[in-house]
């Protein structure tokens, strides 16, 4: 018998149909003597509907008003869902986040959670009851005001609490098969990856999968929560996120898979005069607007000149602001130009293999060439090597990458070599 | 400098738009200088559409769930509305019923307030905030379950918060300018009552006026709170629901106001045995399915035959259980027959000036007389006579004794002999 968390996305609750459809599935893993706990979001758009009516009643909705709102769709759902599985014959109980412990920082719309008290979920799950959480919330340790957890919030309010419960693991349901080698919508020849480290879920998250939110991914690798991703349509197996096994990395795939982002510009400031501190000052600029800096190039500045260039990416949505800020640098620091440019896409290959097999790079770079795609910046990190190419590109590099590191096909990658999860 | 509760009902949220002009006569409350507590209930509908989508997932929705689902939806209108008030320069902050501290029984449906803690709105008054209360809710002070407060809930939450505050006075918004004479849709005459008393008004709403809920004037009569019930389109005086004042018995009009209803049927047992006992029998069965009976008519028995009739009346949705129970004990009491009948409306006169004056028993049975209504049962308090009549007599009979105790025009009936509120 396991105790399992298990989380739902709004999708597969959108109607009665929906939920009872979900109540059945749940019941079933009860019904097999497991303990479940299971976290819920909201139904369908309901997230997206809350926030129209309230900017329909107000501009800039206050903060912690617009958290009491939003935080009622996923108790709704909770509740609903509670309902359908006592139908199925089994106890369930709905829980808000701040019934179950789940305790944040007082940063509405974006709180982080600092701890998870579970006590009234334990008793349910001793008294046999299924247990549902609302997802996306928790109360402020500080106000006793409800928040929401941001971004990702039900996925990582199902890490934490599996973590606090000492879950033996934690089954995040959604839409697609699992984590694959590449966006299937892109590369055709993408496969399902049946077993991901923490590291290379974290390196393919940061790097532009949406299948799991970093902060989820971040805190099931503190807690060594094993994550589950898997398709709430089929009952297959999906993509087990897990602790690399003790000395197993030389037997690692040298890439695991291939995400790809093109929500990101890069602006490129032209000129810098070779000063101590004048990159400092660009970026405390920078960041002093809270925007996200992602890669940063900076080449040796030219003999002649005593300037050099200084390129950085960032999100699309932050471009103005940041150009806006460093144009009003410009006297004072003295470059010479600013240019933004926001048709570019990130490409990274990500693979603990690279650790121990030389040559990654040069075979990376080589596929690209083969496939005339031209590099604007590169980055990397121990197990991950990012591109900056023209995102009219994109699609193209992430083929021939997935090609060239055996990818396509379930016999030319070795991608691990024990039996699958 | 006064301390004020507030109650609005669903339909003055109905929508953004009247979600923001609620906000701006809140405010113009708040700005005349007076600390302001709303009790706000679901937008329009809402509770209506949550049932049925409720009801959509489980034909017998489990009751803890389903209060956790229906206070989603004061939850989603206080939050909406303290962003409303935040945008005419003030600062609101809304707070569910249990972080209002509303301590309740347990009985999911039909919680019935213990308590009231009020600390966190005392502290948020204290800041200058105006307090948003989600109404209908309260927390269970055995499970610390979410429960909701069954019919005329927010009624009762706002006048219960307003004895708890120590507020001055508690002022119920609704879609009339207050309470009538006697319904204007069947007496055209009739006319707003500027004052009345609480003993006047737990009659009236005991024998069917809408306008304010038993529960509600009973809490506002124990707690001496001022209830002023009025319309939220006009800022026109209302009804103001108080203390009797002292010595002023005299003064009062005989009559203050006619109600009926509707909703009940009446039950007659024919023939039955005028033996010790028979009675308790039959009404300990009916109470047992825990029907409400209203009036029960007995006389005395017939010399002749040793039995007696007893007749009582209920609410028709309880027709069928209370004639399925007596059925079940016609052998064992042995009465003779049963009749049923659902086309009776009940007529009742209230005015604690009756104590006063004699002679009105006779005025109304005259008027009734006059216009050829005929009464089947008759029941009176201290402050109310009521009769039962036919169901299409009902209107004729308002009409009637509404003229008879001159409540027709101003002029002809002296409601108080002091000035009005």
């Avoid at 009872?20 to 097999?32: D, E, L």
């Avoid at 549902?132 to 109360?139: L, Y």
């Avoid at 094993?226 to 000395?247: I, K, N």
């Avoid at 060239?404 to 070795?414: H, I, N, P, Q, S």
Wanted: hydrophobic letters at 40%; glycine letters at 8%; one cysteine or more.
């Amino acid at each position: 018998m396991a105790r399992v968390v298990q989380k739902f996305g709004g999708s597969s609750v959108a109607d009665a149909d929906s939920i009872k459809r979900v109540a059945k599935r749940i019941a079933t893993t009860r019904q097999a003597g497991h303990e479940v706990v299971v976290v819920i979001s909201a139904m369908g758009d309901t997230t997206d509907e809350l926030m129209d009516l309230a900017l329909e009643v107000s501009p800039q909705p206050a903060p912690r008003e617009l958290d009491m709102l939003l935080t009622s769709g996923e108790r709704m759902s909770a509740a609903l869902l509670a309902m359908a599985i006592g139908d199925q014959g089994l106890t369930a109980r709905s829980f808000t986040g701040s019934q179950a412990g789940v305790i944040t920082t007082g940063t509405h719309g974006n709180a982080r959670i600092i701890d998870i008290t579970p006590g009234r979920i334990v008793s349910a799950l001793e008294s046999g009851d299924v247990v549902i959480v609302a997802g996306f919330q928790g109360v402020s340790q500080d106000t006793k005001d409800i928040t929401t957890i941001g971004r990702g919030g039900s996925d990582t309010t199902a890490v934490a609490l599996a973590a606090s419960l000492g879950a033996d693991y934690c089954e995040i349901y959604t839409d697609v098969d699992g984590v694959f080698t590449a966006d299937p919508r892109i590369a055709p020849n993408a496969r399902r990856i049946p077993k991901i480290s923490y590291e290379e879920m974290l390196e393919m998250a940061a790097c532009g999968a949406k299948i799991l939110h970093l902060r989820c991914v971040e805190y099931a690798r503190r807690e060594h929560v094993p994550v589950h991703v898997r398709s709430s349509f089929t009952t297959q197996e999906g993509t087990w996120v897990t602790d690399l096994e003790e000395g197993t990395e030389m037997e690692q795939a040298i890439i695991s898979g291939i995400a790809q982002d093109t929500n990101e510009a890069k602006i490129t400031i032209v000129g810098v005069p070779d000063r101590v501190g004048e990159a400092a000052r660009i970026f405390e600029a920078i960041s002093s607007i809270e925007v996200n800096i992602d890669m940063i190039v900076q080449n040796v500045s030219a003999v002649s000149t005593g300037r050099t260039d200084i390129s950085f990416t960032l999100p699309k949505t932050d471009g103005k602001a940041a150009i806006d800020t460093l144009n009003a640098l410009k006297e004072s620091v003295g470059f010479e130009d600013l240019l933004y440019d926001d048709q570019i896409g990130k490409v990274s290959v990500v693979g603990v293999g690279m650790r121990s097999h030389p040559g990654v790079t040069a075979k990376f770079f080589a596929s690209l060439a083969d496939a005339e795609v031209n590099i604007e910046m590169i980055s990397t990190s121990e197990i991950r090597i990012s591109v900056v190419v023209d995102q009219d590109d994109v699609n193209r590099a992430v083929r021939a990458a997935h090609t060239a590191f055996g990818l396509d096909t379930e016999g030319e990658a070795v991608v691990y070599a024990g039996t699958g999860r």
